[in-house]
């Protein structure tokens, strides 16, 4: 009974698995964002495939934007890659920020969570850096 309950089980996880794998519509790689230093500059940048569609080779995506009031990482909308049928958007929500790409109709995003913004504390200096995962998929 408890080897069939254990098997159960090992394969639930390997079909979540499974379908976690399907829903990655995008990948992300050497993902960074941050605000300059004694500046009112952040910037995005990362390098960006479709695993699905059959890319052998990512694109890059970056886009600049003004800090926020507090130093912030600011929201983006339309940021460039390097393949013009790909753009990505940065929103603010309650959880951290909402990081999306669009490639024609299809869109998949990916939530950075405030735990991983970190904001420095220098004085005449706040800005706030990703501090995450460079890698990550984007799900829809």
Do not use: W
Request: aromatic content about 8%; glycine content about 8%; proline content about 6%.
């Amino acid at each position: 009974m408890k080897f069939s309950a254990a098997a159960v089980l090992f394969a639930a996880a390997a079909a979540a698995g499974s379908v976690a794998e399907r829903d990655a519509v995008f990948s992300v790689s050497s993902f960074s964002a941050g605000c300059m230093r004694h500046s009112t500059q952040c910037v995005y940048h990362f390098f960006l495939s479709s695993p699905g569609a059959g890319e052998a080779k990512p694109v890059e995506c970056s886009a600049p934007g003004p800090a926020g009031p507090n130093g912030e990482l600011p929201e983006i909308k339309q940021g460039k890659c390097t393949d013009a049928a790909k753009s990505f958007n940065v929103a603010k929500v309650a959880e951290g920020l909402n990081f999306s790409v669009t490639s024609g109709e299809q869109t998949a995003s990916h939530l950075i969570p405030k735990s991983q913004l970190v904001t420095s504390d220098e004085p005449n200096n706040v800005v706030q850096n990703y501090n995450g995962p460079t890698s990550f998929e984007l799900t829809q």
